[in-house]
């Protein structure tokens, strides 16, 4: 599975490749940690597997790949798979299980159960995942069949061919539209948002149905920049939105669509769900409350 894609930015002349990464890929900061990765085959460029002799140029495409393939154990869980084709697929990950790590209960372990194996020369052992979402987010995730086409998706990302869109309750009234651009992790971080309801409620005065679109990839960029906003998503504890705890319907935000050309037709690729059952009934409940009270 792809960890992380990175695109070589301009630079006046060739540079080593385990000099050039240090500091790039949050998940390895070490030099020592590159070296170890070039080694174990996990870093690939343009494509290739690395060596510790490659110089990168400007515009190259590096890619640090999770580990060596190993058989993922089988997890049973049935998903919903609004797409797929021999190429690649997108799956709707439940909120509360993590894409993949260390743990059984994953995305990546229901993926071979799910999808249909690809009869490309080049297919993958299993289907891999070829980005994030936090474990407590629920949504679209796109899933690689093959070799080439994990390659192809890791550099779309990287290049922002990949438009997301989420769907998240805020506490409190965020009205119209604008940016977001709070650094994370001292990082540049851009988030556009849109209004989409705002209902009044009990525990808050207000709560907004919201829109987002991140325009960079930072590790919870969009729970980060809401309560920058003084908007925390419901249901995040680390971001300070609690209001919603005691009902444990855990974090409203969900992974609602997806749009990018397919890395092999070129055909747009346009994957849309709706917004989880538990924003109505949560909205539904308030409204009532509301009523009733008022």
């Known amino acids: 599975m792809i960890l992380s894609t990175h695109q070589v930015e301009e ?3 060739p540079v080593r490749l385990s000099d050039y990464l240090i500091g790039k890929f949050e998940e390895i900061s070490t030099r020592k940690g590159i070296k170890k990765a070039i080694l174990h085959k996990r870093i690939q460029v ?3 597997t690395a060596s510790t002799g490659n110089w990168v140029r400007s515009g190259d495409v590096v890619t640090l790949l999770e580990g060596q ?7 049973d869980l049935d998903l919903e798979i609004p797409y797929e084709d021999d190429y690649l697929a997108v799956v709707v990950k439940p909120s509360g299980i993590p894409v993949s790590g260390n743990l059984f209960k994953t995305l990546y372990n229901t993926l071979g ?5 690809s009869t490309q020369t080049d297919a993958l052992p299993w289907p891999q995942p070829v980005h994030r979402l936090d474990a407590a987010t629920s949504g679209l995730v796109i899933v690689a069949k093959t070799h080439a086409v994990r390659v192809r998706l890791g550099e779309m990302l990287a290049q922002k061919r990949i438009v997301k869109r989420y769907r998240a309750i805020l506490q409190g009234e965020l009205s119209g539209s604008g940016f977001v651009e709070t650094p994370v992790g001292e990082k540049e971080a851009k988030t556009k ?5 705002i209902v009044h409620a009990l525990q808050e005065t207000r709560l907004t149905l ?11 960029q969009l729970r980060i920049h809401m309560a920058s906003l003084g908007s925390p998503i419901v249901g995040d504890k680390l971001y300070h939105g609690e209001i919603a705890m005691k009902m444990d319907k855990g974090l409203f935000l969900c992974a609602v669509a997806l749009s990018f050309p397919h890395p092999v037709t070129h055909d747009p690729v346009e994957v849309e769900i709706p917004q989880p059952a538990k924003f109505d009934s949560y909205l539904e409940r308030e ?3 509301v009523e009733k009270y008022n």
């Open 69 to 75: 393939f190993a058989k993922p154990k089988d997890f």
């Open 46 to 48: 343009n494509g290739h």
């Open 210 to 220: 919201v829109d987002l679109y991140p325009l960079t990839g930072r590790t919870h």
């Open 113 to 117: 159960e799910n999808l249909k194996a």
């Open 287 to 289: 409204k009532k409350r």
């Open 11 to 13: 630079i006046a002349v």
């Open 193 to 197: 948002y849109e209004s989409v309801e």
